[in-house]
């Protein structure tokens, strides 16, 4: 039996804007779009993809299940993402080589220190 990871979902309050949210956050390609679920990938035919859905309740908690991200260059990908408008949280973390950031309807992210080329 063969599984493939087909997508992520995330529930949204308003699936349209959040999915542009982050179309534009990672550069990647709108597959569908409805009124109740917006679906992006990084390319047409690549996956996994990330489907926002709406749901009628809000966010109040911390996610139980987070993205993570390892750019180039950590503090000018934060500062990017801020600019698109994410924020920063603090969920306890302290200290660390990664920065958690929330998108636009509190969902946490983490974006990861640079990796080092041996």
């Given at each position: 039996?063969a599984?493939?990871?087909?997508?992520?979902?995330?529930?949204a309050?308003d699936?349209?804007a959040?999915?542009?949210?982050?179309?534009?956050?990672?550069?990647?390609v709108v597959?569908?779009?409805?009124?109740d679920?917006?679906?992006?990938?990084?390319?047409r035919?690549?996956l996994?993809g990330?489907l926002f859905?709406?749901?009628p309740d809000?966010?109040?908690?911390?996610?139980?299940?987070?993205?993570?991200?390892r750019?180039?260059?950590?503090?000018?990908e934060?500062a990017?993402l801020v600019?698109l408008?994410?924020?920063?949280?603090?969920i306890g973390?302290?200290?660390q080589t990664?920065?958690?950031?929330?998108?636009p309807?509190?969902?946490?992210?983490?974006?990861?220190?640079?990796r080092?080329t041996?």
């Amino acid at each position: 039996m063969a599984l493939e990871w087909e997508q992520v979902i995330v529930d949204a309050a308003d699936p349209v804007a959040l999915g542009r949210w982050w179309a534009a956050a990672l550069g990647w390609v709108v597959v569908d779009e409805s009124a109740d679920e917006y679906e992006i990938r990084p390319e047409r035919d690549r996956l996994p993809g990330l489907l926002f859905g709406r749901a009628p309740d809000t966010k109040t908690v911390k996610n139980r299940l987070h993205l993570d991200f390892r750019p180039d260059d950590r503090d000018a990908e934060v500062a990017r993402l801020v600019s698109l408008g994410a924020r920063h949280v603090d969920i306890g973390q302290g200290e660390q080589t990664w920065v958690v950031l929330a998108d636009p309807e509190g969902n946490e992210f983490c974006v990861l220190a640079s990796r080092r080329t041996p």
